[in-house]
């Protein structure tokens, strides 16, 4: 496995629309081996294939404290959605910034999962908000997104200061 690089907004490639996963193999179970070892490393809840700049639909979850419930949701499709979840929401893709957000409290899901079957499940609470967060990922939206265009814009000024700090130190 192998830790892989996350894209940061204002990233453009952040903002593309996740193509469906054509077929289960080998190469795609590689990416989610790796898609989950970059969560963890992060450290997140959430990864969707969009993030690690590749263009697929597909996502990896785990809202478990001690990391022992990991979820892979390929082509995922929400098929219902109710109640109100107003979370504190962060992103690995906006690091170091977290606002509220407001999201179904309860979803039923239609995925693949790792060996390529059809699934469904009905989630709520955290890994309700946190599969709404990684799918809004594939169509090239951010939890910014959500925010008023002026937080949005002090949040990108500070990041792109960031990294450019950063790169004055390396």
């Known amino acids: 496995m192998a830790k892989l690089k996350i894209l ?16 289960v193999d080998d190469a795609l179970r590689q990416l989610i081996g790796d898609m989950f070892e970059t969560m963890y490393a992060a450290p997140g809840i959430g990864l969707a294939a969009t993030q690690v700049d590749v263009h697929k639909r597909l996502l990896v979850t785990d809202v ?11 082509n995922p499709e929400i098929l219902e959605k109710d109640g109100v979840a107003l979370t504190d929401e962060g992103c690995l893709s906006v690091p170091g910034y977290y606002e509220e957000v407001e999201r179904a409290g309860h979803i039923r899901v239609r995925f693949l999962d ?3 079957e059809p699934q ?12 709404q967060h990684e799918m ?11 925010l008023s265009e002026a937080k949005r814009q002090r949040i990108r000024k500070k990041l792109e200061k960031d990294r450019r700090q950063a790169a004055i130190v390396m």
């Open 114 to 116: 790792r060996a390529g």
């Open 136 to 146: 809004d990922h594939l169509e090239g939206k951010l939890f910014v997104d959500y």
């Open 8 to 23: 940061e907004f204002p990233d453009p490639r952040l903002r593309k629309k996740a193509s469906p996963v054509d077929a």
């Open 64 to 74: 478990s404290p001690d990391k022992t419930e990991p979820h892979v949701l390929i």
């Open 120 to 131: 469904e499940m009905e989630v709520e609470g955290l890994l309700a908000v946190c599969i």
